[in-house]
């Protein structure tokens, strides 16, 4: 199935190429950065299958098309950074699921960029080039590079665990890292999300990486949560980031893929252990059903979510959107909530 491009997406080819600033430049103006949400929930209401090994990345290859669109409908909806779909799409991922090549596997890790970029583009088209809204928008659409954990790539859940990370040593974690990150910094995503996280092992192996081989890429980390001090793996918030503080390239640090009170508990311990933006993009708020393997429950919505984002951000969140069974609308609904929320004093009233 061949992907949108500007010539038949309505992208728009007389509009001004996208020179988007940095996530560090965005975060100083102290004003939130809206994500996105859940991409493979959004896939699966435009009739994508994404049942697979290798979940949402399965679509790079077989329908790039929904992928793309998912895109485009985050950025309508208030986006400020649409998040790859290479969360699931290691190189040892895909050679060993798709029997690529690593030549091949690469290709599709950076076309996962290439359709969030086209995506940007098609939206920005849409708004008038004399536009005030335009002239902020084509500075502040960012495209960010998923780097998803070890435990992904395992498809057994450890990404809630972060149990592999003495099994597998820091150069076989570097090396399994590698070739995904050289692939979305190739094609020019703008940072990278190190997300759903668990492990402080595969923090380390990853920062050394970055730090050595990618020196000039900004990159977030978000971690999976055992407790409201703890990630996945038993680490406490106060060790991560005593790994993370001292690195000028992490310009953000937080935790997604949780319930919203641990993520609300996460932040208000981590805005007193660091200086740093937070990023938090929470579950729904519906509780996943392994037995019946189905969400239960009732999810935020409308009024509820809004508060729910104004509590995130009075705890110190900056980088905020949804993780799993969240959409555009909900995304929708946090942006309009946050959009006054950097000029309230701390009296509650408008600046």
């Known amino acids: 199935m061949s992907t949108p491009d500007e010539s038949t997406s309505g992208s728009g080819a007389n509009t001004p190429p996208c020179t988007p600033l940095q996530l560090s430049e965005l975060l100083s103006t102290g004003r939130p950065v809206i994500l996105d949400g859940a991409l493979a929930t959004y896939l699966e209401t435009l009739g994508a299958d994404i049942t697979s090994a290798l979940w949402s990345a399965s679509l790079l290859q077989t329908a790039p098309d929904l992928i793309y669109q998912t895109?485009?409908?985050?950025?309508?909806?208030?986006?400020?950074?649409?998040?790859?779909?290479?969360?699931?799409?290691?190189?040892?991922?895909?050679?060993?699921?798709?029997?690529?090549?690593?030549?091949?596997?690469?290709?599709?890790?950076k076309s996962s960029v290439h359709l969030a970029q086209r995506a940007r583009t098609a939206y920005l088209s849409t708004l008038h080039p004399s536009s005030p809204l335009f002239c902020i928008k084509?500075?502040?659409?960012?495209?960010?590079?998923?780097?998803?954990?070890?435990?992904?790539?395992?498809?057994?859940?450890?990404?809630?665990?972060?149990?592999?990370?003495?099994?597998?040593?820091?150069?076989?974690?570097?090396?399994?890292?590698?070739?995904?990150?050289?692939?979305?910094?190739?094609?020019?995503?703008?940072?990278?999300?190190?997300?759903?996280?668990?492990?402080?092992?595969?923090?380390?192996?990853?920062?050394?990486?970055?730090?050595?081989?990618?020196?000039?890429?900004?990159?977030?980390?978000?971690?999976t949560l055992r407790s409201a001090d703890c990630i996945s793996d038993g680490t406490s918030l106060e060790d991560v980031v005593r790994v993370l503080e001292g690195r000028d390239q992490v310009v953000a640090l937080g935790v997604n893929c949780c319930s919203e009170e641990l993520a609300l508990g996460a932040l208000q311990h981590l805005s007193r252990l660091t200086m740093k933006p937070l990023v938090v993009y929470p579950n729904s708020g519906e509780q996943w059903d392994a037995k019946s393997r189905t969400w239960k429950g009732e999810g935020n919505k409308g009024e509820r979510l809004?508060?729910?984002?104004?509590?995130?951000?009075?705890?110190?969140?900056?980088?905020?959107?949804?993780?799993?069974?969240?959409?555009?609308d909900d995304i929708r609904v946090i942006d309009v909530a946050l959009r006054g929320e950097s000029r309230r004093g701390k009296d509650g009233n408008i600046k």
Not at 85 to 105: E, F, I, K, R, W
Not at 199 to 223: G, H, M, R
Request: aromatic content about 10%; some cysteine.
């Open 71 to 109: 895109h485009l409908d985050y950025y309508q909806s208030g986006a400020a950074i649409a998040i790859t779909s290479s969360y699931q799409a290691s190189l040892p991922g895909l050679t060993t699921q798709l029997h690529l090549s690593p030549s091949a596997a690469s290709d599709l890790i």
């Open 138 to 223: 084509k500075n502040t659409l960012l495209v960010a590079g998923s780097v998803g954990p070890y435990g992904a790539f395992l498809a057994d859940g450890s990404e809630y665990r972060g149990d592999y990370g003495s099994s597998i040593s820091r150069e076989a974690m570097k090396d399994f890292h590698r070739g995904r990150i050289e692939a979305l910094v190739d094609a020019g995503c703008d940072v990278l999300a190190c997300e759903t996280i668990p492990s402080l092992s595969e923090t380390e192996a990853l920062i050394e990486l970055l730090a050595t081989e990618f020196p000039t890429t900004e990159v977030y980390f978000s971690f």
């Open 306 to 328: 809004a508060e729910k984002a104004k509590y995130w951000w009075g705890a110190g969140a900056r980088l905020i959107g949804g993780c799993c069974r969240t959409t555009p």
